[in-house]
């Protein structure tokens, strides 16, 4: 029998418990503090564990990330660099984030933030929407999640775009790569939306020469990482009316400090790192599935790759 330790602040363990119990009854489940004897565990299931926890396993076959990233396993400097992490990749977390996306989206597209200042200000008055087929969309990231925003926003009847690092094809998407490809792209999409993973070539990536590209007025929303974005240039643009508005769920520190212009910025919507929730019940389905691939020796399709940072 194997046995698999939970370690993670926010995340249900009584749930997590359940659900792999439905999935996988003969795995012994247990969660930090309450390791037992260490030489047990042969899977971690994590999120920003302790630094050094998982080093002391000494028969931890791999990693579990209770996350669509594996930044924060990385983080930890004591962690054994040869041991395979799995990334989670589960269907209802990508809906959910497409459902995010396709409401930050149409938020502005509705000009839900024109109408929300004219109700504050006691003020009937109308905007003249725009004509959907002639919007265009950027989806930045197009894997899983990315994907299923391109593929619903298309469904919605906006002109989709998207950009990889290297070069793809998807039906419905005007498919651009490469830095060339970036701004080619941005310089067509009135919105932005990004699913990227966090790498060191994506850090950064929403900066200025990104949105000088974009149209007068655009409007970008991230979902992926807060290291994504350069705070500085997002804040010049939307102060000088080059961007219309952003609609953010991550940030470069979080929780967000209260002193930080976002909080109180007029062009600016906020939400607390709830774009995609991994619900246990779903998810597990994943990791037990993952677990039976490495009990059988079979090939674990979802490893984090670490040459390409995700």
Same mark, same amino acid.
């Given at each position: ?21 439905? *999935? ?9 503090? #309450?390791?037992?004897?260490?030489? #047990? ?12 926890? /998982?080093?002391? %396993? ?15 396993? &990385? ?8 041991? =395979? ?7 209802? $977390? ?11 989206? $149409? ?21 003249? =929407? ?11 990231? %197009? ?10 926003? @298309? ?5 989709? +775009?998207?950009?990889?690092?290297? =070069? ?7 498919? +651009?790569?490469?830095?060339?490809? $970036? ?8 919105? %932005?939306?990004?699913?990227?993973? !966090? ?11 990104? /949105?000088?590209?974009? =149209? ?6 991230? /979902? ?7 705070? *500085?240039?997002? !804040?010049?643009? !939307?102060?000088?009316? +080059? ?5 953010? #769920? ?8 209260? *002193? +930080? ?14 774009? @995609? ?25 979802? &490893? ?7």
């Amino acid at each position: 029998m194997s046995t698999i330790l939970m370690a993670s602040q926010q995340d249900p363990v009584d749930l997590w418990r359940d659900s792999l119990a439905k *999935e996988m009854p003969e795995l012994e489940f247990r969660a930090y503090p #309450d390791v037992g004897d260490p030489g #047990d565990i042969d899977y971690a299931l994590v999120y920003w564990a302790p630094h050094g926890l /998982i080093a002391s %396993l000494p028969n931890v076959r791999a990693v579990f990330s209770i996350a669509a990233g594996c930044d924060h396993v &990385l983080a930890d400097p004591q962690l054994p660099p040869h041991l =395979p992490i799995v990334r989670m990749v589960d269907d209802y $977390l990508a809906a959910m984030m497409a459902e995010y996306a396709l409401y930050g989206v $149409l938020h502005f597209h509705r000009d839900m933030h024109y109408y929300r200042q004219e109700q504050l200000a006691a003020r009937w008055s109308r905007a003249w =929407p725009l004509y959907t087929p002639d919007t265009a969309v950027g989806i930045l990231g %197009l894997g899983a999640i990315g994907g299923d925003c391109a593929r619903k926003l @298309g469904a919605l009847g906006f002109q989709v +775009h998207g950009w990889s690092r290297g =070069p793809k094809k998807m039906d419905g998407v005007t498919c +651009h790569h490469g830095p060339d490809g $970036l701004l080619e792209m941005a310089g067509q999409c009135r919105y %932005l939306v990004c699913v990227l993973p !966090l790498t060191s070539e994506t850090q950064g990536i929403i900066n200025s020469e990104l /949105i000088a590209a974009m =149209p007068q007025g655009g409007y970008i929303i991230n /979902i992926a990482r807060g290291g994504h974005q350069v705070d *500085e240039d997002l !804040l010049a643009a !939307l102060d000088s009316g +080059h961007l219309g508005g952003i609609f953010l #769920d991550v940030y470069n520190q979080e929780p967000l400090p209260p *002193e +930080h212009p976002y909080w109180r910025h007029d062009k600016v919507w906020i939400t607390p790192h709830v774009a @995609g929730e991994l619900v246990p019940r779903s998810c597990a389905k994943s990791v037990a599935a993952n677990i039976r691939r490495f009990e059988a020796g079979a090939p674990v399709p979802d &490893l984090f790759d670490k040459s390409r940072g995700y």
